[in-house]
C-alpha cells in the first residue's frame, strides 16, 4: 500500500458516487491538507462534510498541515489553496506516491514539480483493475450527472483503454 494526498475535486467526485472507500481500499494512507479540509468542510458541501468526518474519525483520512505557508501565499493566482497545499505537500514529504488532483492547470503546475499525480478517472481505472467496481462507465456518467466535468476526448479515451466500448 502506498500514501496519497487529495484535493477536494476528486474526494467531492467519488462521494458522489458514494465511491470515497475506493482510496483506503487502493491506497492505504491518504491525507489531506487543511485548506482541502475546509474547502469539503463548507455549509455549501454538508453532507460530503459528514461523510469526511466519519472517514477522519475511522482513521481513512488524516489532516495535514503544510509547510511553506508563505510560499502558497504567494503563489495563489491561476490555483487554489488547496491545490497547492496537496501539490507542496506531496513534494515535501517523500512517502506520497502520488497527488490525486483533477484539475488541469494543477495537473500541469504539480509536473513541474515533478509531483506525479492521478485523477478520479485514473482511481476508478485502478478500481476496476483490482475488482472493486465492475465498471468505469457507469461511474463516468454519474460523475457527469453530478456536474464533473469530463471531456468527451478523455471519456472515449477511457472507454477505449478499458474495453468498454
Known sequence: MSKVICNAGPIIGLIGLGKLHLLWELFGEIV????????????????????????????????????????????????????????????????????????KAARAFAATMLVDTIGILGVLRRAKTKGLIEAVKPQMDKLIQNGYRISNVLYEQVLRTEKEI
Open 32 to 103: 489531506i491538507s487543511e485548506a482541502v479540509h475546509q474547502e469539503i468542510c463548507t455549509p455549501s458541501h454538508r453532507s460530503d462534510a459528514d461523510i469526511i468526518k466519519n472517514a477522519i474519525g475511522n482513521g481513512h483520512i488524516k489532516v495535514i498541515k503544510v509547510g511553506s505557508q508563505g510560499m502558497i501565499e504567494s503563489m495563489i493566482g491561476k490555483l487554489h489553496r488547496g491545490e497547492l497545499e496537496t501539490i507542496l505537500g506531496a513534494k515535501t514529504d517523500s512517502d506520497i506516491q502520488y497527488a490525486v488532483i483533477d484539475e
